[in-house]
């Protein structure tokens, strides 16, 4: 009789026998679970909310872009009220790109910048739409209800709940390694 490895005997653990970790990593099999980060990974929601986050922080970077290009070429009159504004756009539109990757790590204050970019975004698609500028007002439109609607979706905003330091369970309730 030949003895075994120790890589292959099983390990119990409740009720139900787990293989042991194998030497590359996860004990995992491929496909499920967590990433190669160690995360879990996003749900089909959680990527489309983090899309439309991301969306709407590159669309406030460019426009700070734009302005910044614009008070240079015509010579703003007031500097301070030009980088004010410049300064606006480019740290909101920051943050936003930040709540877009807090999203995919599913980190609880992920949620309040989505929500709050989403809202800001109705009204200025709805005023882009009286001015006979559809092209611009409804795609802030749909953009802002979507991101409202996956960020206050329990299926989806309710995922976002991790904080720094704490490990994350995967959505099948499996605690991480």
Known sequence: MKPRSKASKTVPSGDAVVPPPSPGGSSRPAGTGSSSTGLPRPTRGLLALAACVA?????????????LVDAIADG???????????ALFLLYGGVLLAAARAVLRRRRWARAPAVLSSLLALPVGWDAMGQDEAWLGVPVLVLGVLGLVLALAPGVGGLLTGERGVPQADPGGTPPS
Request: aromatic share 12%; proline share 4%.
């Open 55 to 67: 969306l709407e922080g590159l669309a406030l970077v460019g426009v700070g872009a734009v302005v």
């Open 76 to 86: 703003a009159g007031n500097p301070l009220f030009w980088a004010f504004l410049i």
